[in-house]
């Protein structure tokens, strides 16, 4: 049985969101992204829609790099870029977001996380998590970044 989304996302408005977004047909990387931007079906949020919809399931479910980690690497970037950080910067934090992406969900990897077998309802709840500790992987790189910038 599914955990409820509302226990998944611990009463987080933003998260159960994105949850909702995933379980309503967009893939994760997409959901990932819709956290961090504002304002729905506006022209950005359009574009992102569209131009993340191959991303789902490691690459159009070829297993590939979870879409989780995708969307969340675009995200981070963005908001990165929006702090001021230089290329230097952000590809540092962002080699390091990825690393410690693969090293807390086991692997960088769709396949290597959830299989491949994207439809059973086990792997939909892997994703469900995955989603959650994604958008809170970068939330807590945000967080490190604004505290370094005000120190």
């Not at 990387?29 to 399931?57: C, H, I, K, N, Y």
């Not at 439809?119 to 945000?142: H, K, N, P, W, Y």
Request: aromatic share 8%; proline share 3%; charged share 25%.
């Amino acid at each position: 049985m599914a955990t409820p989304l509302i226990e998944i996302a611990e009463g987080d408005p933003r998260l159960l969101k994105a949850l909702v977004r995933f379980t309503s047909g967009f893939n994760c990387a997409q959901s990932t992204l819709f956290a961090f931007l504002p304002d729905e079906e506006s022209e950005m949020w359009v574009a992102v829609r569209d131009l993340a919809a191959a991303l789902g399931g490691g690459l159009v479910g070829l297993g590939y790099t979870c879409g989780a980690l995708a969307g969340g690497a675009m995200a981070l970037s963005r908001e990165l870029i929006g702090r001021g950080l230089d290329k230097d910067q952000r590809d540092e934090r962002l080699r390091a977001f990825v690393k410690d992406f693969g090293c807390r969900f086991g692997s960088p990897f769709c396949s290597g996380i959830t299989g491949r077998d994207h439809e059973s309802e086990a792997v939909q709840e892997r994703c469900r998590f995955l989603l959650v500790g994604t958008i809170r992987m970068v939330d807590a790189v945000l967080r490190e970044v604004d505290a370094g910038r005000h120190a």
